[in-house]
């Protein structure tokens, strides 16, 4: 099954490294039956950009937790057996998932991220999560904005060059 992991520029090399994404468990997002339930209309691959962009909003919390992580988000997509991952959306968060074992790097399918020039609005996006959350309008706006740029693809052989 094709899994979306939240991470930053930080985590995706420190999982370079260690040859793994862990330990378990692991928050991911995937298409789900959630997600197909509140996406009956979309085909896989939009079901599967849906998930992608939820993980990627994910990677927005990651680097509020890191202060001194580039301000790009970073979602990596890999192939995981269907037995470790547990669905665990509910509400907004349909595509939110539970991996009960650690991702070997040889699992990672690609990278997902934000190129250099998103950096102001994403970090903009950081700073408003807190107030969003709470409901301001403002603060919304500037973290729905952070989905105004694409995430760009990589392969797995172009990540070294992106730490």
Do not use: C, N
Request: net charge negative; no cysteine.
């Amino acid at each position: 099954m094709r899994v979306y992991l939240p991470s930053t520029l930080t985590l995706l090399a420190a999982a370079r490294a260690a040859r793994e994404i862990g330990p378990a468990p692991l928050a991911a997002h995937a298409v789900t039956p959630a997600l197909r339930e509140w996406y009956a209309g979309g085909d896989l691959e939009e079901l599967e950009y849906a998930a992608m962009t939820a993980a990627a909003r994910a990677s927005l919390r990651l680097l509020a937790t890191d202060p001194s992580a580039p301000r790009r988000r970073v979602v990596l997509a890999a192939e995981m057996p269907d037995p470790v991952v547990t669905w665990r959306g509910g509400g907004t968060d349909r595509s939110l998932s539970e991996l009960a074992a650690a991702v070997p790097w040889t699992k990672i399918a690609s990278a997902h991220v934000d190129e250099a020039s998103a950096a102001p609005d994403i970090a903009a996006a950081v700073r408003a999560l807190a107030a969003a959350d709470a409901g301001d309008d403002d603060a919304l706006f500037a973290v729905d904005g952070a989905e105004g740029h694409e995430l760009l693809w990589y392969a797995t052989q172009e990540i070294p060059h992106l730490e």
